[in-house]
């Protein structure tokens, strides 16, 4: 259970004493029902991590909305976005395992979250991890109801693949960006579970750097 699911419980449990209270018990029922809801919401299950050598896993539970090509800096990147309902835990965790070299929060909107536009325009934080000779980003994204990102690291930091690393307050969206050269195994539609799903594997640093050469040698017979 994250703590932020007793502060809204314990804060909604007075409320319904109060109203219940001044107007009598059965008006005390709504504020109970949200108080319960609250603790189921940020609930924070225990999940078994893959150990595979290069295996992504989820960043969060969800649906996968989206598996495209999309250039970054310049660079292609393979993008996995996750829409996370309010039905879902929203308890973010690192998708690798490695050294956060980059942490960039971005204020903006808070369009809905299935909306291909909100992987640029709505509120967001955005954390590169360097590991096993790869560079992998995930991105918080915060949605119609998300009006919070909590990031529970800081730059420098050294993440487990599948540890915890923070939330999202209610629904939203979370992106993974890879290597285009990572074995994706997973489709548009398919459910996913924050550090459980394997989404994709990274290739060996040495066949990813091949693929980086030749693809570097075409470029310069063109």
Same mark, same amino acid.
């Given at each position: 259970? %994250? ?46 991590? @893959?150990?595979?050598?290069?295996? %992504? ?18 660079? @292609?990147r ?16 690192? @998708?690798? #395992? ?12 808070f369009?809905?979250a299935?909306?291909? #536009? ?39 930091d ?28 997973? #489709? ?16 060996? %640093?040495?066949t990813?750097?091949?693929? #980086? ?10």
């Open positions: 259970m %994250v703590r932020d699911g007793f502060y809204y419980a314990l804060g909604l449990c007075v409320v319904a004493a109060v109203v219940g209270w001044l107007a009598g018990p059965p008006y005390a029922v709504v504020p109970l029902v949200l108080a319960a809801f609250f603790l189921w919401f940020f609930r924070d299950p225990e999940r078994v991590i @893959p150990t595979e050598a290069g295996a %992504v896993v989820s960043p969060a539970d969800g649906k996968v909305t989206d598996v495209s090509t999309i250039e970054v800096n310049g660079r @292609p393979t993008r996995i976005s996750i829409f996370l309902s309010v039905f879902d835990v929203h308890v973010n965790r690192s @998708p690798v #395992a490695g050294v956060i070299t980059k942490v960039e929060y971005r204020h903006g909107r369009r809905n299935m909306s291909a #536009a909100s992987a640029v325009e709505n509120e967001q934080n955005i954390v590169t991890v360097e590991g096993e000779g790869h560079s992998v980003i995930f991105k918080q994204i915060a949605g119609v109801l998300a009006r919070r990102v909590v990031f529970a690291k800081k730059l420098g050294r993440v487990a693949r599948g540890e915890r690393v923070g939330l999202i307050k209610f629904g939203s969206r979370t992106d993974v960006l890879l290597d285009p050269a990572a074995d994706v195994r997973i #489709a548009v539609g398919d459910r996913v579970r924050g550090g459980a799903t394997v989404l994709a594997y990274l290739p060996p %640093v040495e990813a750097g091949l693929a #980086a050469a030749g693809a570097r040698r075409g470029e310069g017979a063109r």
